[in-house]
């Protein structure tokens, strides 16, 4: 399969996945208390685009998540651990603010009704 291909393989997944969650309603990484009662707008093309913006933004966020931003925290992590000779607290704040938040982008956050937790726990 060429590279051209692949990217259009992984843009109609990532399309078809955001759809089928958005379709499915809340998950279980969804809290009741954010979700708000549908109306004709969420059945128009407002969540069409929403979905679309969703899946486009998962396109480059993921990779640069999982690819730059953890890694990158995870060595400074290391680096932090072996300057202050053990200090660990330094070092699981610097992974845990790399590593953990969101990584899929959901229609609801670029709707504005989920939060978006880019850089883990503040």
């Not at 208390?33 to 979905?51: M, N, W, Y």
């Not at 932090?80 to 603010?97: Q, W």
Request: proline content about 4%.
């Amino acid at each position: 399969m060429g590279g051209s291909k692949r990217v259009r393989a992984a843009v109609m997944f990532l399309v078809v996945f955001v759809i089928g969650v958005s379709a499915a309603g809340p998950g279980w990484a969804q809290s009741a208390a954010s979700e708000v009662p549908a109306t004709r707008a969420d059945l128009s093309g407002t969540q069409i685009l929403a979905t679309l913006g969703a899946a486009v933004g998962s396109l480059f966020y993921i990779p640069f998540k999982a690819v730059a931003i953890c890694p990158g925290m995870a060595l400074a992590s290391g680096a932090s651990l072996a300057v202050t000779k053990g200090d660990r607290d330094t070092a699981e704040y610097l992974l845990r603010v790399g590593c953990k938040g969101t990584y899929f982008i959901t229609p609801g956050m670029v709707r504005g009704r989920e939060d978006f937790q880019g850089s883990g726990e503040r």
